[in-house]
């Protein structure tokens, strides 16, 4: 799995913070070296690094976190906000000509998948738009190359434009150019010739490509895997090529992360595409903030995180989470959580935000009915005090009666009771930092 090795480390670190009320410097100090020491482990550009740990620093300091709600919650959602930032903010789109076709050159070293690439985004774009792309084949040093694209051209039906290997790559582009036009292509996609190495002439090449057609976007492929290297690479083609966006590839591959965290940090381009394995369909816009969550390893727990912070004031989650820890959850505490979430909204989309949860198959099972909601809090309504707060009491007379006075069957009454003795124990689990405690809830 992608970024699995830093996921980790970055959770160990987090970790420790989890459940302390209050979070010293010494403790934040810890935290933070042990947050570099993962990133450098990741293959980050130690001066992205650098400035990583220092702004997360200075904004848990400056912010209150320490003394705050939660603190290694926070802290949490602070590494996340500037790890988006490191990547970018925002996706970033394609570049388009203002009249067809608009004119894509691919660059980047022999290996890094920009072949793959060239294709993988042709048909996106047919899938996605519609449209109608014209691939030219561009590099005449590998006779091999040509095939490639051809065959990756008829795998996709997507056309192939070549003229052999014995035209000069500039007329190659140029022709293809004309031909796109004749055919009104709305996009061309150039495949460009790669080297195991930046040299002077495959760069002078490029440039002179760039001159002749005008790209309108100059996509550097860059092979994931390769860490820190690709970081270099793509300076170095930047400063010749000037490029819009870098695709990175092999990122199911990648269990460490530096290219992805360090690319547009040192270089300013957008990482617009990510390359997620073999097959034509393995090719994503790249959103940072999803990364960012992703190299956490926290779903969307985050927007979970701000919409209950919305709903609760800081007393009560306070008050909450110390009964979690006590695990003197009762039946009054479910009743006023089932409040909570229905104001939230719809219990299905929120339980999806839980970690591990959006892609769990039990997921597919859980329909959650307004209706249900109203009579689970009917059944405890039929509940007397004593039964509330204290649910072991609940033998099966007890059940009877509350099924009679709530008019629910009860196989529901058991069933609820039974859901909520194990909702007490997975969030007794979860307070003591063992998420996967709910996964195993979710697959029983
Ligand atoms: P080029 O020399 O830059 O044109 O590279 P190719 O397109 O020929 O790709 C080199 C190898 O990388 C091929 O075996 C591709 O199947 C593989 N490849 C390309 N992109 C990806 C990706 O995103 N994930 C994985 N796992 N393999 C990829």
Redesign the pocket.
């Known amino acids: 799995m992608a970024f699995e090795g830093l996921t980790e480390r970055l959770q160990n670190a987090m970790r420790k913070l989890r459940g302390k009320g209050k979070i010293s410097e010494a403790d934040l100090r810890a935290t933070m070296r042990e947050i570099r020491l993962a990133l450098l482990e990741a293959d980050v550009n130690f001066q992205v690094v650098r400035q990583f740990v220092k702004t997360v620093e200075d904004r848990a300091k400056g912010s209150k976190v320490l003394e705050g709600l939660n603190p290694s919650q926070q802290i949490v959602k602070i590494v996340d906000e500037e790890l988006t930032k490191t990547m970018g903010e925002e996706a970033v789109g394609l570049n388009k000509a203002p009249k067809i076709p608009t004119i894509i050159m691919m660059s980047?070293?022999?290996?890094?998948?920009?072949?793959?690439?060239v294709g993988k985004l042709a048909l996106k774009l047919k899938n996605e738009q519609n449209a109608r792309p014209l691939l030219i084949a561009d590099d005449v040093y590998r006779p091999a190359?040509i095939e490639?694209l051809q065959t990756v051209g008829q795998q996709i039906d997507v056309p192939v434009f070549e003229m052999g290997t014995d035209v000069d790559p500039v007329e190659i582009a140029k022709q293809g150019l004309k031909k796109a036009q004749e055919d009104h292509n709305d996009y061309v996609i150039i495949?460009t010739a790669?080297r195991l190495q930046i040299d002077e002439k495959l760069m002078d090449e490029l440039k002179n490509i760039k001159e002749a057609v005008h790209p309108n976007e100059i996509l550097l492929?860059i092979d994931a895997m390769t860490g820190q290297n690709a970081v270099a690479t793509a300076e170095g083609f930047d400063k010749t090529l000037d490029v819009t966006g870098v695709v990175l590839?092999?990122?199911?591959?990648d269990t460490r992360g530096g290219a992805a965290l360090s690319i547009r940090a040192v270089t300013g381009k957008p990482i617009k595409f990510v390359?997620?394995?073999?097959k034509m369909t393995?090719l994503d816009v790249f959103h940072p903030d999803r990364m960012a969550s992703r190299i956490l390893g926290m779903g969307d727990m985050l927007s979970l995180i701000e919409k209950t912070q919305k709903e609760y004031d800081e007393k009560q989650a306070q008050e909450l989470s110390e009964k979690i820890k006590e695990n003197s959850f009762d039946f009054n505490d479910f009743l006023d959580q089932l409040d909570q979430i229905q104001k939230m909204g719809p219990l299905d989309e929120i339980m999806k935000m839980i970690p591990g949860m959006a892609n769990n198959p039990a997921m597919k099972n859980v329909n959650m009915d307004p209706k249900d909601m109203d009579h689970l809090k009917a059944i405890i309504y039929s509940m007397t005090e004593q039964e509330r707060t204290d649910p072991d009491i609940m033998n099966p007379s007890r059940r009877r009666r509350i099924a009679r006075g709530s008019g629910r069957p009860i196989q529901e009454v058991n069933r609820m009771i039974k859901q909520f003795n194990q909702m007490k124990t997975m969030m007794n689990k979860v307070s003591k930092g063992n998420m996967s405690g709910m996964e195993n809830m979710m697959n029983q």
């Open positions: 980047g070293l022999q290996g890094a998948g920009k072949t793959t690439t190359a490639q495949d790669g492929v590839t092999k990122l199911d591959g390359g997620q394995g073999e393995d």
